[in-house]
């Protein structure tokens, strides 16, 4: 297919791009704070685009566009969810994580507790949620790249794999960052012009689009289905982990450390937010174009699940040339992603594991780095063995669990460390890791891993007593967790916690003043 | 936006009395941060609740009222059409309205305090 070149000749491009990046980043990469951090010189403008790349995965264009192709309105349901989350950050989290804090959640959660057994637990649950993400991206990027390049499935997986590694490897933050920008520059840019394609096809009227494909498929495209979240209290669980499960991405939070104060860390949280609520209504109308312009019989037929519906109406709308960009940029979209994500897996374990628990908090920088450059061949390495080794399932769900793992085990100790004056250890260790358990428990549990993965008949285990008919476990999971750490906080005193509650509550006003870094003067005022 | 105005203006009882060593300049620096710290909190939390209730209302609406939520206005748009779009906005104004609530009257307060 001549469209396949273009498509490679776009997405060599691209690695030529981030790699100059990282090369130039890779010179400017000599301490941790610079490996996790950027060095905190990232503007507002740059972190919102970056925040951006870093979260909007294949998924998001591909996927809910699939899903809008073969159900409407319901693909909504997910791009609604992955953004309410936004404000929860914004007003909760995100100042006091950015003046506490240095690499990672676990910073602020560990701040007025006992070091070692708090960031012990923040990584069983940090670790958790990126490995399943990983390994979601990884076997969706696999078999993507299969279908849009023609690549054999094990290549895709080592040469992404192997990309992302030269990224943070040697370019750490700095570079990571900047792909995560050049990305979603190109994701939003694609999608604009493939959504205002559509619109000419009807007068620039969004409602003459859904009008037609109504005329077309019937009203039921306009309306609220149960194929694509089914069961009552099973879309308000869904609702819950999305929601809190975003607002505690170890990947997302880690950014508030990239700009240099809580002020610009608070802007970047609202440009990410009006960039990816944008994109998410452009996608609507790609995927509602592609109903009408494709044909969800036609995007079946592609293969993938689906998820060939916007290239598809890329090839449609705008020819071989669009086609091939869009292809590339859904390469460069999953590659940005787990760069992004093995980063904050390294960060958990070198920042909390190493440093802070095996060296009790006194390791060299040069330790550090050597320690993270480690950790992120052990990550990537692992990262390409489980993406091979799951090839061909179906790990859907695994997205969906490391955001009910985020939610219930990084969500309630953060907020209540922030927060709550009596947290104690034991409470901020056992709420996470009840998080943890309770979510992998019941999602074992629940007909999709008894039904839809290890094949079982419905009838035969609806009436086993242990079995959860919910697909969604924050429903029980996140107040489960929060219970804990609260009765947990009563029964146990910690005097060390309380007294240094009004120290960290100054921390969270003011920001790391005196810090041991004396701040280098800027020229330029970043907002 | 009305949002902004109320967290400023309603002072929970027991700050009240150190708001007006505030304003008469009697208060010492950790009181005023205790202040300022619970202020923020309280409007965070606000539209914490905001964003909560305008989601779980929706999401609500989905799970236990499809019929309602799928009634067609006029050809081509139903009502969660026009609500789904409506909670994306939402999210990003009340990202908005902290954003210029904290840059106005958090920062000020944060800058004195620091000096």
């Known amino acids: 297919m001549g469209s396949n070149t273009l498509s490679i000749g776009f997405f060599f491009a691209f690695m030529a791009l981030t790699l100059a990046i990282t090369y130039w980043a890779a010179r400017r990469t000599r301490t941790t704070e610079h490996f996790f951090a950027a060095g905190g010189e990232v503007t507002p403008w740059q972190n919102g685009w970056a925040l951006a790349g870093d979260f909007l995965s294949a998924g998001a264009l591909l996927g809910i566009a699939g899903i809008v192709t073969s159900n409407g309105f319901d693909g909504m349901i997910y791009s609604i969810g992955w953004l309410v989350g936004w404000p929860i950050i914004l007003f909760l989290i995100v100042e006091p994580l950015r003046n506490v804090g240095r690499f990672t959640f676990a910073d602020v959660v560990a701040y007025r507790l006992r070091q070692r057994p708090v960031r012990l637990a923040g990584a069983v649950g940090t670790i958790a949620v990126i490995l399943f993400y990983l390994i979601a991206q990884m076997v969706a990027t696999g078999s993507l790249i299969k279908l849009l390049f023609g690549l054999p499935y094990i290549w895709s997986v080592v040469v992404v794999g192997g990309v992302m590694l030269i990224y943070v490897l040697f370019g750490g933050m700095l570079a990571t960052t900047w792909v995560q920008v050049v990305k979603a520059a190109l994701l939003m840019a694609g999608g604009v012009v493939l959504a205002l394609l559509v619109l000419t096809h009807f007068d620039m009227s969004p409602l003459k689009l859904f009008a037609a494909a109504s005329e077309k498929y019937g009203a039921r495209v306009l309306q609220p289905g149960s194929k694509v979240v089914s069961g009552r209290w099973d879309a308000i669980s869904l609702g819950i982990g999305l929601m809190f499960g975003t607002a505690a991405m170890p990947h997302v939070l880690m950014r508030a450390y990239t700009v240099k104060d809580s002020k610009a860390a608070r802007l970047s949280i609202l440009y990410a937010t009006g960039l990816i609520g944008l994109f998410h209504l452009m996608v609507f109308i790609i995927g509602f174009g592609a109903m009408v312009l494709v044909g969800p019989e036609a995007v079946a037929k592609a293969g993938g699940g689906g998820n060939m519906a916007a290239p598809l109406l890329a090839l449609t709308v705008g020819g071989n040339a669009f086609f091939g960009f869009i292809c590339a940029v859904s390469f460069a979209t999953m590659l940005a992603v787990v760069a992004g994500l093995t980063l904050s897996g390294v960060a958990t374990l070198c920042h909390d594991v190493w440093t802070n628990v095996v060296r009790n908090g006194s390791a060299s920088e040069a330790e550090q780095l050597r320690i993270a450059r480690v950790a992120t061949v052990a990550i990537s390495i692992l990262a390409i063995v489980l993406g091979i080794a799951f090839e061909g399932q179906n790990v859907a769900f695994m997205a969906g669990l490391a955001f009910s793992i985020a939610c219930a085990a990084n969500f309630p100790s953060l907020v209540l460390a922030i927060t709550w004056r009596r947290l104690t250890t034991s409470a901020a260790v056992a709420s996470i890791l009840v998080g943890t358990i309770s979510s992998l428990v019941l999602i074992y549990l629940s007909p999709t891993i008894q039904v839809d993965i290890l094949g079982k008949p419905l009838a035969q285990v609806e009436h086993e007593w242990w079995f959860v008919s919910l697909r969604n476990p924050a429903i029980i999971s996140l107040p489960l967790s929060f219970c804990v750490a609260i009765v947990l906080s009563l029964i146990t005193t910690e005097a060390n916690a309380d007294a240094t509650f009004d120290e960290m509550q100054e921390r969270m006003l003011l920001g790391p003043l005196q810090a041991s870094v004396p701040p280098r003067p800027r020229t330029k005022s970043a907002a | ?115």
């Open chain 2, 1 to 115: 936006m009305h949002a902004p105005g109320r967290g400023a203006r309603k002072i929970p009882q027991d700050v009240r009395g150190d708001v007006t060593a505030i304003i008469s300049g009697n208060a010492d620096p950790a009181q005023r941060g205790a202040v300022l710290a619970k202020k923020r909190l309280k409007f965070a939390l606000v539209l914490s609740a905001a964003m909560v209730v305008i989601y779980f209302g929706f999401m609500g609406l989905f799970a236990f009222d499809k019929p309602l939520l799928g009634t067609v206005l006029a050809p081509g748009l139903s009502l969660c059409i026009v609500l789904g779009p409506l909670v994306i906005i939402s999210s990003f104004l009340l990202c908005l309205a902290y954003v210029i609530w904290a840059n106005r009257v958090f920062d000020s307060g944060v800058r004195k305090l620091a000096r």
